[in-house]
């Protein structure tokens, strides 16, 4: 004979602690199925040059693609610095960049809805600027106060400077989750 009572049991510390464990350990199991599958890099991002889509002291994994598309998030060596930008354009593509910001692939204006304010920037290339072969037009979100594919310093990326694509934001956790 079962005796039903009404007691009331509140959240305790204990199950919290419980469900930030199974979080971590789930982040864990897909990190180290990266790592088992394929090429993956863990790194902190240190600059605000992507903001609002990625912030100084975030940590996110990169992995290494055989594709790499317009709007993707890339990790590329520039000298011995690691650098995060978006791909606008790739190989072959024409880039155009009004003075108002307004970025044009292949004639088509582009939507970026990433992106916080438009800007030229700094630029120091002629437009219309077309993308060699095995090359990508890159720029980051923070048009302002970012340094890219926008300056001969920088320049297009190469497909040897690559070292993957931003697939994940893992940390701080309350900010986790699959960048596309």
């Given amino acids: 004979m079962m005796v039903k009572t009404n007691n009331h049991i509140e959240d305790s510390p204990v199950k919290g602690d419980k469900h930030k464990k ?5 982040m864990l199991a897909i990190v180290i199925a990266l790592f088992v599958s394929q090429k993956v890099y863990v790194f902190k991002i240190t600059s605000s040059t992507m903001s609002p889509s990625l ?24 000298g011995n610095k690691l650098l995060v930008k ?23 204006k582009i939507n970026e809805s990433y992106i916080h304010k438009k800007s030229l920037g700094k630029s120091d290339i002629s437009m219309p600027h077309n993308i060699d072969k095995d090359h990508w037009f890159c ?13 001969s310093m ?3 990326v190469s497909k040897n400077q690559i070292e993957g694509t ?15």
């Fill in 166 to 180: 931003i697939i994940l934001r893992i940390w701080p956790l309350n900010k986790f989750r699959i960048i596309q």
């Fill in 55 to 78: 912030k100084s002291g975030q940590l996110v994994v990169a992995v290494k693609k055989k594709e790499i598309k317009q709007g993707d998030l890339i990790a590329f060596w520039h």
């Fill in 154 to 156: 920088v320049s297009d």
């Fill in 22 to 26: 199974k979080v971590i350990f789930f």
């Fill in 139 to 151: 720029m980051g979100d923070n048009r302002q106060l970012s340094i890219d594919s926008r300056t």
């Fill in 86 to 108: 978006r791909v606008i354009a790739g190989p072959g593509d024409k880039v155009e960049i009004d003075m108002k910001g307004n970025v044009s692939v292949n004639d088509k």
